[in-house]
């Protein structure tokens, strides 16, 4: 079992910048590829970034492409999205995923999320 906990959420002008961090209790999370996921007000939750193992591939939702930025520090467990020119509708609470395959079935994990407000 793993646990995630997010944290760097809070209000931000619009402009401005912001870092999240995904912490996990497992010392596997480095075989884990790790996603930021948001929900924002009145939407379901939408995928917003993606990293795998060991940091060298990463993907990101059209809407933060050039904006947020991905990475991870598998010997603190740890991985941050860099937010950048945040704007209202980037307003959500941002969760954290952990998934990877083995043989016996998914490992699927999730954080309790950390609420990002930005202000126009």
């Known amino acids: 079992q793993m646990q995630l906990v997010e944290s760097g959420g809070g209000l931000v002008q619009a402009g401005g910048s912001v870092r999240l961090s995904c912490t996990a209790s497992s010392g596997a999370f480095s075989r884990y590829r790790i996603g930021w996921y948001r929900q924002r007000p009145g939407n379901e939750r939408e995928f917003v970034a993606t990293?795998?193992?060991?940091?060298?591939?990463?993907h990101y939702a059209d809407s933060v492409e050039g904006r947020f930025t991905i990475s991870r520090d598998n010997a603190k467990n740890t991985v941050y999205l860099q937010m950048n020119i945040l704007k209202p509708e980037d307003t959500a609470v941002y969760y954290c995923n952990a998934k990877r395959q083995t043989p016996w079935g998914t490992r699927d994990y999730w954080g309790q999320g950390t609420q990002v407000t930005v202000s126009s």
């Open positions: 990293i795998n193992w060991n940091g060298a591939l990463s």
